[in-house]
């Protein structure tokens, strides 16, 4: 059983940055794709970014630009770096694998930019 613990969410100011971690346990981590994804109040989950097991990226357009998705394969960890937020990258940020699997899905890390 995989299980993903999102953390490094918090409250930010427009403009500002966060990073967020997301650590998997098995030792199976490094050969699969994994994605950040983010679900704001009233509306679906959508898919952020993701990064597959050679390293290559791929971004929303509405985040391009401002965040980078990266992992550590020898630490079981992928991260979100997030710069330039806007009040509208406000949601519960979660990780999984990429596609998603429904039963991985783990609390997720709030994020909130406001003034």
């Known amino acids: 059983q995989v299980q993903f613990v999102e953390s490094g969410g918090g409250l930010v100011q427009p403009g500002g940055s966060l990073r967020l971690s997301c650590v998997a346990s098995?030792?199976?981590?490094?050969?699969?794709?994994m994605g950040w994804y983010r679900q704001a109040p009233g509306k679906q989950r959508e898919l952020v970014a993701r990064i597959f097991s050679g390293s290559g990226t791929n971004y929303a357009d509405s985040v391009k630009g401002r965040f980078t998705i990266s992992r550590d394969n020898a630490k079981n960890t992928v991260y979100l770096q997030m710069s330039g937020l806007k009040s509208e990258d406000t949601a519960v940020y979660y990780c999984n694998l990429f596609p998603a699997r429904t039963d991985y899905w783990g609390k997720g890390t709030l994020v909130t930019v406001s003034s």
């Open positions: 098995g030792s199976i981590f490094s050969i699969f794709a």
